[in-house]
Nanobody, 117 residues
Framework: QVQLVESGGGLVQPGGSLRLSCAAS????????MDWYRQAPGKQRELVAT???????NYADSVKGRFTISRDNNKNTVYLQMYSLKPEDTAVYYC???????????WGQGTQVTVSS
């Protein structure tokens, strides 16, 4: 079974930092584009950051300059390093993997990030 497991969420003060991790198993990880999404209660799920199999990255305007997505193909893991966190970053963060050769996309269970004083 394909599994994506997020970790690293928690409670942090405004201006603080967190690093989220998403560990994948049972996929050819190096072939997958990996995304981070987030969803706050009552809000739409939004795409935060993307990293392709070739290492190209894209970010939502709301996080550009504060968040960095990276991947370690040897560890089958994608990361989201978050700096200068704001209360509006509070959400459940989800990892997603997708590849052109596979019609399926895979989602993790999510990890809660709460930014509050």
């Amino acid at each position: 079974q394909v599994q994506l497991v997020e970790s690293g969420g928690g409670l942090v003060q405004p201006g603080g930092s967190l690093r989220l991790s998403c560990a994948a198993s049972r996929i050819i990880f190096s072939l997958y584009t990996m995304d981070w999404y987030r969803q706050a209660p009552g809000k739409q799920r939004e795409l935060v950051a993307t990293i392709t199999s070739g290492g190209s990255t894209n970010y939502a305007d709301s996080v550009k300059g504060r968040f960095t997505i990276s991947r370690d193909n040897n560890k089958n893991t994608v990361y989201l390093q978050m700096y200068s966190l704001k209360p509006e970053d509070t959400a459940v963060y989800y990892c997603k993997g997708h590849a052109n050769y596979n019609v399926n996309a895979y989602w993790g269970q999510g990890t809660q990030v709460t930014v509050s004083s």
